[in-house]
């Protein structure tokens, strides 16, 4: 199956940075979705973006829903050692998925003191 | 967090065998989801529901079937479990097709 463009794969950072990641696609998507997963765990909802532009923050994440509806940015601010873990985009774009998100293949972030 | 749970968290069994994965909700959530994350694939979505006793396939339905006959229940099942079946299986639901998705924890099958 189709998946997103996620990048970077992975990031290796120093504690205090900010991180940034995104996802593209070649098709216009009307929902992005921001997850973190833990090992040994589910995904995580972070933050869920609906309409093209919006700009949105969960404490010390935000998430952008890009203008042309193809991509979304997810930034941490000043990461802490708990900010490790795996982090995915998911999009949907009904009718043609009805129903069905594509996932990213996932942002490994680690983050050293 | 979303109430929902997946039992077993663990199982390991052997090829051609029937396996069976439940998915349980309290939150009375419309949609429900079962995908498979594998490394390389990330997740791929296998089967889901819109409603008691409506159920569709996903992009990697073989091998697998599906059943909800209550709204709390979401019943995975692998009628002869091959090896390339071992996987991390979750669950998903959500109140709407355009929703927030919320997953369960998990379960890790090993098929030897």
């Known amino acids: 199956g189709q998946q997103l463009n996620q990048s970077p794969q992975s990031m290796f950072i120093q504690e205090g940075e900010d991180v940034s990641m995104n996802c593209t696609s070649s098709?216009?998507?009307?929902?992005w979705l921001w997850y973190k997963q833990d090992p040994g765990e589910g995904p995580v909802l972070l933050i869920a973006?609906?309409?093209?532009?919006e700009l949105t923050s969960n404490g010390r994440l935000t998430a952008q829903f890009g203008i042309t509806r193809k991509d979304s940015f997810l930034n941490i601010s000043a990461s802490i050692p708990s900010d490790v873990g795996i982090y995915f985009c998911?999009?949907?774009?009904?009718?043609?998925?009805?129903?069905?998100?594509?996932f990213g293949a996932g942002t490994q972030v680690v983050v050293t003191p | 967090d979303a109430g929902i749970t997946q039992s077993p968290r663990h199982k390991v069994t052997e090829t051609g065998t029937p396996v069976t994965l439940r998915c349980h909700q309290t939150?009375?959530?419309?949609?429900m989801y079962w995908y498979r994350q594998d490394p390389g694939h990330g997740l791929r979505l296998i089967h889901y529901?819109?409603?008691?006793?409506?159920?569709d396939k996903g992009e990697v339905s073989d091998g697998y079937s599906v059943s909800r006959s209550k709204t709390e229940d979401f019943l995975l099942t692998l009628e002869s479990a091959t090896s390339s079946q071992t996987s991390v299986y979750f669950c998903?639901?959500?109140?709407?097709?355009?929703?927030?998705?919320?997953f369960g924890p998990g379960t890790r099958l090993t098929v030897t």
């Open positions: 998903a639901i959500s109140q709407d097709y355009s929703y927030e998705q919320y």
């Open positions: 098709s216009i998507f009307n929902t």
């Open positions: 973006l609906y309409k093209a532009g």
């Open positions: 998911a999009g949907q774009n009904p009718p043609d998925s009805w129903g069905k998100f594509q």
């Open positions: 939150e009375n959530h419309r949609y």
């Open positions: 529901s819109y409603g008691v006793k409506d159920t």
